[in-house]
């Protein structure tokens, strides 16, 4: 990374070569406060170079989910640009990018394409509009008289073409319209196409050009390695680092404020092997007595009382029960999970004085741009922000702590020196931040006609948000928002629901892992309803059916039964069906799974998904074959447990995660119902544990009902 963000805006958005657009484009709930404050302000950039570059900067983070591309296609297709043309780049921390509602720059709960879109493409149009303007006048020509196509504004009557660039000193002065028209579905040349990655992406990524936060290098650059506890709460007594700070390179060994110990020298394992010579006393506080086991016990004790947080109470649960022809049960063990992202965490940070610079990939660029101006106590205004592309996250580069960003800053803080710190992998894996230990109970109660009457259950797990800056408005009544998920607002029409759930305190540090709470929720309610099926003697998916309202999950239903040839399936493996919603979208699979040798392995999977309308159905595609493999390796290896207070697990070497040889077929069809506009990087992800589980009962006749399965 050789130029700072600074002086890109500072060389960019002021030259006379080039036309930059930003303006504040209200959208549904948006619009009646952009008319209370009446102030124009930009939420979206298109920098427009006379050499016809055109440069478009997008404020969500690109961490594989495919948000670059689908963006860019957003904005090129309403300003008829040739899409493979556009330059990306990432958005400097600006109110003017926030994530509408939420007050902050953030990508998360798959929600870039469904929160920006509109705007996105209202920008677009918007310069389209102003080019056709400014060609017209030139020409003395109707603005009817003119097209626009590729990056070009072409005279009907004449073929004359101007390119975008040649009209950059004619749009300067205009007025910027707000009363623009986005293109109807059939008029889309991108948009709903199914186009692979933008070619600069896949370019940049296969030759190793792409930045992430772990490429970047500046001057004078050192580097960090923590020394942390192994014991979760563990606290720092002494230490001894007088065969350390002699060692090749090592320029500064230092205590952080948050009970960790930096080695900073001139290169990283010069940091990293100073640092095993750092000799630690810690006091390791009573949890260091603390194992799985004993966990268990204290969850077990909280999903069996009933005096736990109530989130949903309606009908009548004992008449639903005590009249019911069957009833059937199911108790759930959820393991804490590491998230196994491919790029190390890091951050490189740099203090000078009353200005400081921080880059790294994150998901919360404001919150972290803040923390940096807080900790090193220097104006928000004078940090530097860049986020580069993230090497995956699956939730943890947007901790609700701020630990490793918190861990950098801390580290640089009055330095002289630009710094990277990089958590080893192993500090990953064994100082968390984990998918939360989680037990669900669940009770079902069904008539003699198939009709679900009943539905009582409890969840206990540790709050992602309590004590963090989300706790206003997603703990509520004691419960997490994550907990609520899939749960409280299961699909099924079921007359009497009573769900509770309660949050144990811990020094475990927990987090969203991908699909957060369905995660868990999806599993349990996908099982015990594929139980209820069973009990009723009927067809898994009929029973489904017969139990939802929802047209939407119906044909998702119809689809993957048509697809799997469901009512004719082989009778030697074991077939499954599962259907979720999330993040405004529904995923259904059926799984087929094949048990050998106490082992079994999924071999096809098809699945149907109906987001509202895909943008681009390609990336849909890639992100349910995803979520699929993502499934597969947390359903069957991953597991976190804790023995004297600390992580068993190490590394990919005994944290086992999803390999190409578990890779099953996958076959997905996409429905465009019209619906609201849903998400797409997280959903395909809770179904497709029911639907496993579902298939090795089918197959072996035993519920699995503990994470991660093992046969045998």
């Given at each position: 990374?050789?130029v ?8 960019t ?18 619009a ?8 124009l ?5 298109i920098?427009?170079?006379s050499?016809?570059?055109i ?9 594989g989910?495919?948000v670059y ?14 899409w ?16 509408p509602?939420?007050?902050i ?5 798959s929600?870039?394409?469904?929160n ?19 060609a017209?006048?030139?020409?003395k020509?109707r603005?009817?008289?003119v ?7 072409i005279?009907?009557?004449t073929?004359?073409k ?8 004619d749009i ?18 991108l ?7 933008h ?16 490429d ?8 960090a ?8 709460g563990?606290?720092?007594?002494s230490?001894d ?7 090749p ?28 010579l750092?000799?630690?006393v810690?006091d390791e506080g ?8 004993d966990?268990?016990?204290e ?21 639903a029960?005590?009249?019911a ?11 804490f999970?590491?998230h196994g ?6 951050c490189t940070v ?22 940096c ?23 943890r ?6 630990d490793?960003?918190k861990d950098?800053i801390?580290v ?7 710094i ?6 192993e ?11 989680t037990r ?9 006609k198939g009709?679900i ?19 206003a ?6 419960i997490?928002a ?7 607002n ?9 769900l509770k759930a309660?949050c ?19 599993p349990?309610?996908e099982t ?5 099926a ?26 993957v ?13 074991g ?8 993040f405004?979208?529904?995923v259904?699979?059926?799984?087929k ?19 509202g ?10 992100q ?8 597969i ?6 597991e ?7 992580t068993v ?8 995660v ?15 119902s ?7 990087g ?29 046969l045998g």
């Amino acid at each position: 990374m050789n130029v700072s963000r600074r002086d890109f805006l500072k060389n960019t958005s002021l030259v006379g070569s080039a036309f930059i657009i930003g303006f504040y484009a209200p959208i549904k709930g948006r619009a009646k406060e952009a008319e209370k404050t009446n102030i124009l302000e930009p939420n979206a950039f298109i920098k427009i170079d006379s050499d016809n570059t055109i440069t478009f900067m997008i404020g969500q983070a690109e961490m594989g989910q495919g948000v670059y591309s689908t963006m860019s296609m957003c904005i090129a297709d309403e300003l008829d640009a040739a899409w493979e043309d556009i330059v990306f780049v990432p958005a400097p921390v600006d109110p003017i990018y926030n994530r509408p509602g939420m007050g902050i720059m953030l990508t998360g709960g798959s929600g870039s394409i469904t929160n920006h879109q509109e705007s996105i493409r209202k920008v677009g149009a918007t310069v389209n509009s102003m080019l056709k303007k400014a060609a017209a006048k030139r020409w003395k020509v109707r603005v009817y008289d003119v097209i626009t196509k590729d990056s070009y504004v072409i005279n009907k009557k004449t073929n004359e073409k101007l390119s975008y660039g040649d009209l950059v000193e004619d749009i300067k002065s205009m007025k910027i319209p707000n009363d623009v028209t986005l293109k109807k579905e059939s008029e889309f040349t991108l948009i709903g196409k199914p186009i692979k990655r933008h070619p600069k992406e896949v370019e940049e990524k296969i030759t190793g050009k792409t930045k992430f936060g772990i490429d970047v290098r500046l001057e004078n650059m050192k580097y960090a390695c923590l020394i942390q506890p192994r014991v979760f709460g563990a606290k720092i007594k002494s230490f001894d680092d007088s065969k350390a700070k002699n060692m090749p390179g090592v320029l500064k060994i230092k205590q952080l404020p948050n009970e960790k110990i930096a080695v900073i020298a001139n290169y990283w394992w010069q940091a990293k092997k100073a640092s095993e010579l750092v000799s630690v006393v810690w006091d390791e506080g009573e949890f260091k007595n603390i194992s799985s086991k004993d966990l268990e016990k204290e969850y077990e004790a909280k999903v069996n009382a009933e005096d736990i947080p109530v989130m949903r109470k309606d009908g009548d649960i004992n008449k639903a029960f005590d009249e019911a022809y069957k009833t059937v049960e199911a108790d759930f063990h959820f393991p804490f999970l590491a998230h196994g992202m491919m790029e190390p965490l890091n951050c490189t940070v740099h203090h000078d004085k009353e200005k400081a610079f921080i880059s790294l990939g994150s998901q919360f660029q404001t919150n972290v741009r803040d923390l940096c101006a807080e900790i090193l106590g220097v104006e928000q205004q004078n940090v530097e922000y860049y986020n580069n592309y993230l090497g995956s996250s699956f939730g943890r580069r947007g901790p609700a702590n701020f630990d490793y960003v918190k861990d950098a800053i801390y580290v640089a803080k009055d330095e002289l020196w630009p710094i990277q710190t990089l958590w080893t992998r192993e500090d990953d894996i064994k100082m968390g931040n984990y998918r939360p230990m989680t037990r669900l109970k669940t009770k079902l109660s069904i008539d003699s006609k198939g009709n679900i009457t009943g539905l009582k259950g409890s969840i206990v797990s540790q709050s992602l948000v309590k004590g963090t800056i989300f706790e206003a408005f997603m703990f509520k009544d004691g419960i997490d928002a994550s907990q609520r998920e899939g749960f409280q607002n299961h699909p099924y029409s079921v007359p009497s629901n009573d769900l509770k759930a309660f949050c144990p305190e811990s020094p475990i540090p927990v987090l969203w892992l991908r699909s957060v709470g369905h995660t868990v929720t999806a599993p349990a309610i996908e099982t015990i309803v594929d139980q209820g099926a069973i009990a009723a003697n009927m067809d898994p998916i009929d029973f489904r059916i017969k139990n939802l309202k929802d047209e939407r999950f119906i044909n998702l239903l119809k689809n993957v039964a048509k697809q799997s040839n469901w009512y004719k399936r082989e009778k030697n493996s074991g077939y499954g069906v599962a259907i979720a919603e999330s993040f405004g979208s529904i995923v259904a699979y059926v799984a087929k799974v094949k048990v050998e040798n106490n082992d079994y392995k999924v071999e096809k999977v098809w699945g149907a998904v109906d987001c509202g309308y895909a943008f681009n159905p390609f990336n849909v595609e890639n992100q349910i074959l995803s979520a699929v493999n993502f499934a597969i390796g947390y359903t069957k290896y991953a597991e976190i447990t804790i023995e004297n207070g600390s992580t068993v697990q190490n590394n990919f070497y005994d944290y086992s995660v999803n390999r190409i040889s578990d890779t099953p077929e996958i076959y997905v069809e996409i429905i465009n119902s019209g619906a609201k506009i849903g998400g797409i990087g997280e959903p395909g992800v809770p179904p497709a544990f029911g639907a496993i589980t579902n298939a090795l009962f089918d197959v072996t006749g035993k519920r699995y009902t503990k994470y991660p399965i093992k046969l045998g």
